[in-house]
């Protein structure tokens, strides 16, 4: 399948599964992000044509939503908190450290797309802090020495594949 | 009717009258610059602030999304309010400085830029009040055009700052505009606004550019009437 045909194909699926309901956009977004880690322009293009919204409207609900990314993103999603708690303690040497690990800047990917970077305030585990969340997990009391660690981790894995 | 007290002046008007409506009809004056006749009100640009006191409670709201109630009394220039009004003036001066109604509206309520506010510079003239995005939804009908990103990053335009292929390149938008943001330059047989470029339809009789082509076509296609009807100018019709 051509890369055009499957976004139509695939946002055609999933605003069939919400019932065509123009109420359930941010579910369809989610779901659409979830498929391909980004919002493309052709999705949501089809995806408002299909519920009936204007593109312009979809596009408002797409760039309100700190969630929601129009940028394609890598494989793995590493976000630093940078809320109080884990600013106190050190979260800024750690977006240092992993800046410098990955060698991007929040809101980059890196050229083989296997991370991208972001910032986050607060992900409600201040006590583990500094937290770090890659994907779904959560990574507490982390440092550089950890840094190393759980991204050397998810590099080898994706070498083995 | 319902009957309430604006600046000491008892008045009665119909259930379901907004305050701003009320007041103007007694005529006292109000400055607004969102509130438009052609499209629903969004209470954005929160100049037409009053205070209202209800039993012993006082408050401050929007006149121009506040009902009139009963017994009301309602002040248009206590201290409280021209305060409010004028904090409310000097933000908007310091989002748009360059705007030349928002000068000529400070100078009429006394408002000097603010030191304290630094001045914005990549707003334009746009005080985010969706009366444009509202009369391309609610009374054109083609919703090209939203109000994108969220918090200081907002800005009016059309999804991605691409051409919008719904538009029709009426310049509806740049009519209900307060504030004369939206661009629309016209010359000789074309038009130009968000970033597209318009065919214009002369006219049959006077030979004038009137209208956009495809706004006729928008037109004919919603009312049933044939194109050719259509490319006469209102005057010579
Ligand atoms: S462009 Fe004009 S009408 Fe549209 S939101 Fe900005 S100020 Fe309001
Ligand atoms: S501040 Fe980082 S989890 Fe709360
Ligand atoms: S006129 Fe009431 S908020 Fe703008």
């Known amino acids: 399948m051509t890369k055009a045909s499957n976004i139509a194909a695939t946002t055609k699926t999933i605003v069939k599964k919400h019932g065509r309901d123009k109420s359930a956009l941010i579910a369809v977004l989610q779901d659409i992000q979830e498929a391909f880690n980004y919002l493309p322009k052709d999705a949501l293009k089809a995806a408002g044509k299909s519920l009936g919204i204007p593109f312009s409207r979809v596009y408002e609900v797409a760039t309100f939503y700190n969630a929601f990314s129009l940028k394609p993103r890598g494989e793995h999603i590493v976000k630093i908190c940078m809320g109080t708690a884990c600013h106190v303690r050190g979260a800024a040497a750690i977006q240092d450290k992993m800046e410098r690990t990955l060698c991007i800047k929040p809101g980059e990917t890196t050229p083989d797309n296997k991370f991208s970077l972001e910032t986050v305030n607060c992900v409600g585990a201040c006590a583990l802090g500094p937290v770090v969340v890659i994907d779904t997990e959560y990574h507490g009391q982390v440092t550089m020495n950890k840094v190393d660690k759980i991204i050397g981790k998810l590099k080898e894995e994706g070498a083995q594949q | ?237």
């Open chain 2, 1 to 237: 009717m319902v009957n309430l007290t604006v600046d000491g002046k008892n008045i009665s008007v119909s259930e379901g009258t907004m305050l701003l409506e009320a007041i103007r009809g007694a005529g006292i004056s109000i400055p607004t610059l969102c509130a438009h006749e052609a499209v629903s009100r969004s209470g954005a640009c929160r100049l037409c602030v009053v205070e209202i006191k209800k039993g012993t409670r006082t408050r401050i709201v929007t006149s121009c999304l506040y009902a009139a109630e009963e017994g009301l009394i309602v002040d248009t220039k206590s201290e409280r309010v021209l305060n409010v009004r004028r904090l409310v003036m000097e933000l908007l001066l310091a989002r748009c400085p360059e705007s030349d109604v928002l000068k000529k509206l400070a100078q009429e309520l006394g408002v000097e830029p603010q030191a304290r506010f630094v001045a914005d510079t990549d707003k334009g003239k746009c005080i985010l009040c969706r009366s444009c995005v509202r009369v391309c939804e609610e009374v054109v009908g083609v919703s090209a055009i939203g109000l994108f990103a969220r918090g200081s990053h907002k800005t009016v335009g059309t999804a991605y700052n691409e051409k919008s292929d719904v538009c029709i390149g009426c310049g509806a938008c740049v009519y209900v505009c307060p504030t004369g943001h939206i661009e629309m330059i016209s010359t000789g047989d074309k038009r130009k606004i968000w970033g597209r470029t318009f065919k214009m339809q002369p006219c049959d009789k006077c030979g004038k550019y009137f209208a956009p082509v495809d706004q006729l076509k928008f037109i004919s296609k919603k009312t049933g009437v044939p194109l050719s009807e259509l490319t006469v100018c209102t005057e010579c019709r």
